[in-house]
């Protein structure tokens, strides 16, 4: 079992920063991909970004590509996703989630542990 805990969300202007986090706690974390999810009011869950157990490998959204970039600390057993640039149609609730693999994943069928998310509101 894997336990997921989100931080960092809040309220910015448009154009600005915020870091989220995310603490696991659990069995081999450090060996598992992770992935951010997103999801605005009335919409699905989107996928954001994921990073491989290594960090080798990280993927993005298109919306998301040259503004946001997730990074991961596995002596802390944390992810993290920096978001600059932000824009209003970033608002929503930022989900951690992450998989049993080792490998990325832009699917959310493929995350069977999520935390609660983290609010991120960007005002215009």
């Known amino acids: 079992q894997v336990q997921l805990v989100e931080s960092g969300g809040g309220l910015v202007q448009a154009g600005g920063s915020l870091r989220l986090s995310c603490v696991a706690s659990?069995?081999?974390?450090?060996?598992?991909?992770l992935g951010w999810f997103r999801q605005a009011p009335g919409k699905e869950r989107e996928f954001v970004a994921t990073i491989s157990w290594s960090s080798s490998t990280t993927v993005y959204a298109d919306s998301v590509k040259g503004r946001f970039t997730i990074s991961r600390d596995n002596a802390k057993n944390t992810v993290y996703l920096q978001m600059n640039s932000l824009k209003p149609e970033d608002t929503a609730l930022y989900y951690c989630?992450?998989?049993?693999?080792?490998?990325?994943?832009?699917?959310?069928?493929?995350?069977?542990?999520w935390g609660q998310g983290t609010q991120v509101t960007v005002s215009s």
């Open positions: 989630a992450c998989r049993q693999l080792g490998t990325v994943s832009k699917y959310r069928t493929d995350y069977p542990y």
């Open positions: 659990g069995r081999a974390v450090s060996s598992r991909a």
